[in-house]
Each structure stands twice: as C-alpha cells, then as structure tokens.
C-alpha cells in the first residue's frame, strides 16, 4: 500500500507542496502494484495463488458504524473465515449515541440520554457489564446507583396564564429494577468501546483498508462512504480488463469506498461476498434502490424468486418503514435550575412540545456545575466572540431537551437557531421559570431525523426476526428499524445478523474447500 514519508531532505528548499508531488511520484514508481486507487482505470493487485483446497477467507463489508452496526462487528470478530470492515460515513462511531462538548466544560448527550437492557441475557447487557467492569459505563439511576438520579415520569397542568407546567403532583419515579446506564465520560464512550474492546476491531488508515486485513480481526473507518455497490454476479468479471476494477471477481458485491483522511479524498474498489446495511431505513431504501438500477430484468427469473425480484423485495421493506423525528436541544445556564428532578419523561399527550428533559451535569463523570475550569481552558477553535462572552460561561449547568414527535415533524425543515430558540422557551415555560432571570449561555440545537420507527420491519421479540438477511443475494439489514426503537434493540439486531451471517459463510467456505479437494483429486 502506499506510504508518504514525511521527512524533507537536505539541500536547498523545495516547497512543501512540490516536495510531496515529487516524492508521491517516487513512491509509486517504486512502489509494488497495489488496489489503491484514485480512479476505475489506477492500478491494482494481482490476486496471489492460492493452494488447491485452501479456505478462503470471505469479506463482509457493513455500512453503517452505530450500534447495529457494532454489534454485527462484534458478531463476526474471531471467526477466522470472516474478514469484516466496517464503515461509517461521519466522523464518529455510535449512531445517534452522540456526545458533544463547547466551551471547555460544557458537554451534552444529545442523541440516546442512557442505556437499558430489557433482557439480562441479551448482548447488549453483557456489554453494559463489560463497560462497567472498564470503567466507561456507569449507573445513573436505578439498581445499586448510589446517589441514584430522581428520574421519573410527570405530566402537564394548565397554569394562570394557560400556559402548560409540569404538574408536580403526577410525579412517578422510575422503578428502581429499571436500571439507566450511561456512557462515561460521555455517551460517545461506549460505541468506541465496543469497537475497541468487544469487536477487538482495528482502524487501519485510508490507504491500507483491506491490505493487511489478519482473519478474524475486523476493521472499521470513520469518515468513510459506500459511492456505489453493483452486483458482481450479474456481470461477467472474466470479461473485465485487469485494469480495472473487480476484474475477474468471484465475490457477490463490488464498491468504491470514498475516504476522507488527512485532508485527502482516497478511493478504493472493494469487492464483498456479503454487505450488511446497517443504516437508518430511509439510506437502506436508497442503497437497495441504487442496486437494483444497476441489475438488468434478466436475471430476475419471470417468477417473482429471481435476483432482481429479491433485492425489490428488500428495498420495498425498507421503504415501508416510517419514523418521528426528533429535534434535541443543548442549552447551558450560568446558574442552576435547582429543580427537584434530573430527567423527566413527560406523558402524553405533550401540550408543551416537550417529551423529555436532562439534567446531563447530574450524570455520572460530567463536568459539576461551577467546579469547572471555564471558557479560559477553550482552544483557539472555539469562535471568540462566544468565548468571549464570559470567563464563567464553561461552568454552567447543561440540559438536553427532546422536542416531542407532533413538534418534531410539524418543524422538521426549521432552522436550527429558530428550532433552538423556540424549544428552549417552551423548557422554560415548562418548569416554570422566569425566561428574564434566567440565562443562558449556550443554546443550540440538531434535528434527529427518523428517531423513532413506526413499524418495524422485523420483530424484536422474536431473534431470528430482528434483521433481514438473504442468504442467496448475500445482502442483510439491521437496525432500529428491523428490531425496536432502543439503543440495545439495534445492537441486538446487529449481533443476531453476524451470528447468521458467520453461520451462513462457515458453510460457504467448507463447501468451496471440499470442492476444491475433489477438483485437486
């Protein structure tokens, strides 16, 4: 694979810039062929010869980096027969498992506000006992969590005014047996924890994706697109030029991965016996759909069971599925709320627009309220005029608020200052306070767009129905929206898919080395 080295030479000064066009060239000139690739018509890799009979190792490529995602990874780590690479299109892994951070110490979980497992037996619980045994996951309330969060549910009442307050008087504690786990020191932890330590994955750079790829231990990348997926066995990959592209592949699916790294854009063929869509279901809809343009109606059959008749028939199921969107808002204050609760899930139906609300300063790990040190600790990167607001502004109290489905979707196209403002007055109209005497020091917010699915293609209660998997097209989906709305329902989703799928090529590859054996006889 390529490599720049970046150490400039002695002599006389050569520009930054030419020196490196200078050395690229060098490097490729003496460089072995490799797949890197700028384009379908670069350079690649001879295949090298295999012994007669030999296992080979098949590739599934899973697109999408939350927690079904994850999950599926942590699935296919170990098995030997499996090289698995895992991509993700933003610049972190974990999905909607987002956290963020301004002004030096000011940090929100604006995506999933804490962990529950339904069931003690079920993947994602391990995971949460594993994170806890690391030290990335902590108890916020509930079980043995000591002090425990006053996290509840309440309802609305009308004020003097009209307005809707919360009604104090419906409070109802969560169970104590309902266990909230978070993420420490955010909830962005866990989703690289899993990577890391219960995937065992690796994060090779751009250049080397699949190069050194060691049986059994995944790879993922961030940062990272899928420009297209065609099917490989609907074309005839002997007759391709061995200059381009999957030129005579024996593998289902053919991609050209977009990597963003260094500054640079790298792209690079990819061929995979088996891809796993583990995205929201409105990109699945569209991956199936770019697929099936790319499949001519031959090779459908006439019969509804053909090759084009199923991927239809994967893109219909994900376009079925619809979804709430969220909008969440992050919102500090240069003093305490002092309200008597640290979360609140409002009942329906929610008069005020609000669904839920945080205290994030009372989780675990975060930073307490006027013990931080400031927006004086602020890097250059943050914009000086907000950080020039105040000295103080970095020790504020942070709360995260879920706009309900109803006020969600009526402003799904708001911008998000105007979204931002309007849900911080209604928080504030909510619990009662003085929109005058209280300041706020950050307001911002970010619209989650497809939240909550509707109708989930699968069924969560039921293990062999929580993904959508074909073993004959070599394409799965996984997700929220195949299993449940909860964060331990995609990963759960994301585990039973790898279990079937390393079920499926285990007898791939024992029926091609058998066949090998009796071609060598």
């Given at each position: 694979a390529?490599?720049?080295l970046?150490?400039?030479?002695a002599?006389?000064f050569?520009?930054s810039?030419?020196?490196r066009v200078?050395r690229r060239?060098d490097?490729r000139?003496l460089?072995p062929?490799c797949?890197?690739?700028?384009?379908?018509?670069?350079?690649?890799r001879?295949k090298?010869?295999?012994p007669v009979?030999?296992?080979k190792p098949k590739?599934?490529?899973?697109?999408g980096g939350?927690?079904a995602?994850?999950g599926?990874?942590?699935a296919?780590?170990?098995?030997e027969h499996?090289n698995?690479?895992?991509?993700e299109s933003?610049?972190?892994?974990g999905g909607?498992?987002r956290?963020?951070?301004?002004l030096g110490?000011?940090a929100?979980d604006?995506?999933?506000?804490?962990f529950?497992?339904?069931?003690p037996a079920?993947?994602f619980?391990e995971?949460?006992?594993?994170?806890?045994a690391?030290g990335?996951?902590e108890l916020w309330?509930?079980?043995?969590a000591s002090p425990g969060?006053?996290?509840?549910?309440m309802?609305?009442?009308?004020g003097?005014?009209?307005?809707?307050v919360v009604?104090?008087?419906?409070w109802e504690?969560?169970?104590?047996?309902k266990?909230?786990y978070?993420g420490?020191?955010?909830?962005?932890?866990?989703?690289?924890f899993?990577a890391?330590?219960?995937?065992?994955?690796?994060?090779p750079?751009?250049s080397?994706?699949?190069?050194n790829?060691?049986?059994?231990t995944?790879?993922?990348?961030?940062?990272?697109f899928?420009?297209?997926i065609q099917a490989?066995?609907?074309?005839?990959?002997?007759s391709?030029p061995p200059?381009?592209?999957?030129?005579?592949?024996?593998?289902?699916?053919?991609?050209?991965i977009?990597v963003r790294?260094?500054?640079?854009m790298w792209?690079k063929?990819w061929e995979?016996?088996v891809?796993?869509?583990?995205t929201q279901?409105?990109?699945?809809a569209?991956?199936?759909?770019q697929?099936?343009s790319s499949?001519?109606a031959?090779?459908?059959g006439?019969?509804g069971s053909g090759f084009a008749?199923?991927i239809?028939a994967a893109?219909?199921?994900a376009?079925?599925v619809?979804g709430?969107h969220?909008?969440?808002l992050?919102?500090?204050?240069?003093e305490?709320?002092?309200?008597?609760?640290?979360?609140v899930?409002?009942?329906?139906p929610?008069?005020s627009?609000?669904?839920?609300?945080?205290?994030?300063?009372?989780?675990?790990?975060?930073?307490?309220p006027?013990?931080g040190?400031?927006a004086?600790?602020?890097g250059?990167?943050?914009?000086w005029?907000?950080?020039?607001?105040?000295?103080?502004?970095g020790?504020?109290e942070?709360?995260?608020?879920?706009?309900s489905p109803?006020?969600?979707?009526?402003?799904?196209?708001?911008s998000?200052?105007?979204?931002a403002?309007?849900?911080?007055?209604?928080?504030?109209k909510l619990?009662?306070?003085?929109q005058?005497?209280?300041?706020?020091v950050?307001v911002?917010?970010?619209?989650?767009k497809?939240?909550?699915?509707?109708?989930?293609?699968?069924?969560?209660?039921?293990?062999s129905?929580?993904?959508?998997?074909d073993p004959?097209l070599?394409?799965?989906?996984c997700g929220?929206?195949?299993?449940g709305?909860r964060a331990?329902?995609?990963?759960d989703s994301?585990?039973?898919l790898?279990d079937?799928?390393?079920?499926?090529?285990?007898g791939?590859?024992?029926?091609e080395?058998l066949?090998g054996e009796g071609?060598?006889r």
């Amino acid at each position: 694979a390529m490599a720049t080295l970046r150490v400039r030479p002695a002599g006389p000064f050569v520009s930054s810039r030419c020196w490196r066009v200078a050395r690229r060239r060098d490097v490729r000139r003496l460089a072995p062929r490799c797949d890197y690739s700028t384009n379908d018509a670069d350079v690649f890799r001879a295949k090298p010869i295999e012994p007669v009979g030999a296992k080979k190792p098949k590739k599934v490529t899973i697109i999408g980096g939350g927690l079904a995602g994850l999950g599926c990874l942590a699935a296919l780590s170990g098995h030997e027969h499996i090289n698995a690479t895992l991509l993700e299109s933003t610049r972190v892994l974990g999905g909607r498992v987002r956290s963020k951070a301004a002004l030096g110490a000011l940090a929100w979980d604006q995506g999933a506000s804490y962990f529950t497992a339904k069931d003690p037996a079920s993947p994602f619980a391990e995971v949460l006992r594993a994170g806890r045994a690391d030290g990335v996951v902590e108890l916020w309330a509930g079980g043995d969590a000591s002090p425990g969060a006053r996290v509840g549910t309440m309802g609305t009442k009308k004020g003097p005014d009209g307005v809707h307050v919360v009604d104090e008087s419906s409070w109802e504690p969560f169970a104590a047996s309902k266990e909230l786990y978070v993420g420490v020191p955010s909830m962005a932890d866990l989703p690289v924890f899993v990577a890391d330590k219960v995937a065992n994955a690796v994060r090779p750079e751009a250049s080397w994706l699949g190069d050194n790829a060691v049986p059994g231990t995944p790879e993922y990348l961030t940062s990272a697109f899928a420009d297209r997926i065609q099917a490989l066995r609907t074309q005839d990959t002997a007759s391709i030029p061995p200059n381009k592209p999957h030129s005579g592949s024996d593998r289902n699916w053919g991609l050209m991965i977009r990597v963003r790294e260094g500054g640079h854009m790298w792209y690079k063929p990819w061929e995979s016996d088996v891809v796993v869509l583990a995205t929201q279901a409105p990109a699945a809809a569209k991956l199936t759909a770019q697929i099936l343009s790319s499949v001519s109606a031959e090779w459908d059959g006439g019969d509804g069971s053909g090759f084009a008749s199923k991927i239809l028939a994967a893109a219909s199921a994900a376009d079925r599925v619809k979804g709430n969107h969220c909008w969440s808002l992050t919102v500090a204050f240069a003093e305490p709320l002092d309200l008597p609760y640290e979360g609140v899930m409002m009942t329906a139906p929610f008069e005020s627009g609000v669904a839920w609300f945080a205290n994030n300063s009372s989780k675990p790990g975060r930073p307490e309220p006027g013990k931080g040190k400031g927006a004086q600790t602020a890097g250059w990167a943050y914009r000086w005029a907000e950080v020039g607001t105040s000295l103080t502004v970095g020790q504020g109290e942070c709360w995260v608020v879920q706009a309900s489905p109803e006020w969600s979707n009526e402003r799904c196209d708001m911008s998000p200052d105007d979204a931002a403002s309007e849900l911080c007055d209604a928080f504030l109209k909510l619990v009662g306070k003085d929109q005058a005497g209280v300041k706020p020091v950050h307001v911002k917010a970010v619209i989650w767009k497809f939240a909550y699915p509707l109708n989930p293609a699968g069924d969560p209660e039921d293990e062999s129905k929580r993904y959508l998997f074909d073993p004959d097209l070599g394409l799965g989906a996984c997700g929220d929206w195949t299993s449940g709305p909860r964060a331990g329902d995609a990963y759960d989703s994301g585990v039973a898919l790898g279990d079937a799928v390393a079920e499926h090529l285990a007898g791939e590859v024992e029926r091609e080395a058998l066949q090998g054996e009796g071609k060598a006889r």
